[in-house]
């Protein structure tokens, strides 16, 4: 994961570009539980039950099923830290799931070929579709973890 390598302006590869951007956001996110003690990193931070360490074990599961093709029985499991986890683990999993992402992306020779996806009806997305996505839905659950940190501990910026 390149968590310092801001993306650009002058990058002229589509791919590149698209990757260092989430990249950077995954980065931004697995650092959001630095230094969060137990219990508080997997306590819930609105009334919805979102935490710091369900977001991170989250976007594990969402970067499994977009580019490994492995889809959760339960996804809203996902937002939910069992016993076992530990702040170690599940960003550990996470740096592992973006690896492999990664080696799919890097493999990948057009954006407008379908990305990996598990067994379910109607189309499937482009890469480019699929990288597109995954900047959003990681950017908006690095919201989300800003403010949940920020209501821990006062700590604020990326």
Known sequence: MRTNTAPSPADDDE???LRNVLDQLRGA????????????????????????????K?????ERFYFLGKEPADWQATLR???EDTVESVRADYRKTVERANEIIDACPDLTRPAP???RRGPVP??????????EETARHAGHADILRERLDGSTGR
């Open 126 to 135: 482009s890469m480019r579709w699929v990288l597109v996505h995954m900047i």
């Open 58 to 62: 989250h976007l594990a599961s969402v």
């Open 81 to 83: 830290p069992c016993a």
């Open 117 to 119: 996806r598990a067994r």
């Open 15 to 17: 791919k590149a570009t």
């Open 29 to 56: 996110i697995a650092d959001k539980v630095d230094g969060v003690p137990e219990p508080r990193v997997r306590t819930a931070g609105v009334p919805s039950g979102t935490s710091l360490l369900g977001l991170l």
